[in-house]
């Protein structure tokens, strides 16, 4: 079956420049994770979804960032007055329903390259 | 101080070796235990999952997690070269959904 998919997988902008990122989670998982990946480094996480609600936005780094997610399907981060800092892999991942104990789906990523 | 140490490598070895990949951490809370392999350009995909204290083995790879001194390892026996690729260690406490990711090792197995 068709795993996570992420649009753009590559994305160049200028610095100021709004971007949006778009995360198509595995069909039936509800629950769905952003996570920032910067070079050479680990993933840092950004927020979590379960459903539409997002229990846990402890991760966003600051108010430039925001995500939402219609219903159980799509999710989108909006990246806000780019920094040449966002510059970074951001990740998707879903999960059936979001436990500890699940394996979380990664998908392939957006480069963001920001100028 | 971060909560996940990883040595980022990177880890050359021959063809066969035994490889040895380890994680510290400074938070007690974490009860889940997981390693991710991630290949270039793609994300990270699952290999292998513990709770708590122990080993668990799957086919080539053995995971081992010792709380008592915040140290988990993964063992590669019969390296190949298909087996280059970042290993990511990552953990989860009890009662959260936030994963904490360590900055992950880079494994070069030579022909």
């Known amino acids: 079956g068709a795993g996570v998919s992420q649009s753009p997988s590559n994305k160049v902008t200028e610095k100021g420049k709004d971007v949006e990122l778009r995360c198509d989670p595995i069909?039936?998982?509800?629950?769905l994770y952003w996570y920032r990946q910067r070079l050479g480094q680990g993933l840092e996480f950004l927020i979590y979804?379960?459903?539409?609600?997002?229990?846990?936005k402890s991760g966003l780094p600051s108010d430039r960032f925001s995500a939402e997610r219609t219903g159980e399907s799509v999710s989108t981060l909006t990246i806000q007055r780019t920094q040449q800092e966002d510059s970074a892999v951001y990740l998707c991942?879903?999960?059936?329903?979001?436990?500890?104990?699940?394996?979380?789906?990664f998908g392939p990523g957006t480069r963001l390259l920001v100028l | 101080q971060k909560e996940v140490e990883q040595d980022p490598g990177p880890l050359s070895v021959p063809e066969g070796a035994i490889v040895s990949l380890n994680c510290t951490y400074s938070?007690?809370?974490?009860?889940?235990f997981m390693w991710y392999r991630q290949y270039s350009r793609k994300g990270p995909e699952l290999l292998m999952y513990?709770?708590?204290?122990g080993n668990k083995e799957d086919g080539r790879f053995t995971a081992q997690v010792d709380k008592s001194s915040k140290y988990i390892s993964l063992f590669i026996r019969d390296s190949q070269p298909s087996d280059s690729a970042t290993y990511l260690c990552?953990?989860?406490?009890?009662?959260?959904?936030?994963?904490?990711f360590g900055a992950g090792t880079r494994l070069f197995v030579k022909a």
């Open positions: 991942a879903s999960s059936l329903e979001g436990t500890r104990k699940e394996t979380q789906y």
């Open positions: 069909s039936g998982h509800t629950a």
């Open positions: 979804f379960q459903g539409n609600s997002a229990p846990d």
């Open positions: 938070n007690s809370a974490f009860q889940y």
């Open positions: 513990t709770y708590s204290s």
């Open positions: 990552a953990m989860t406490r009890t009662g959260g959904f936030k994963t904490i």
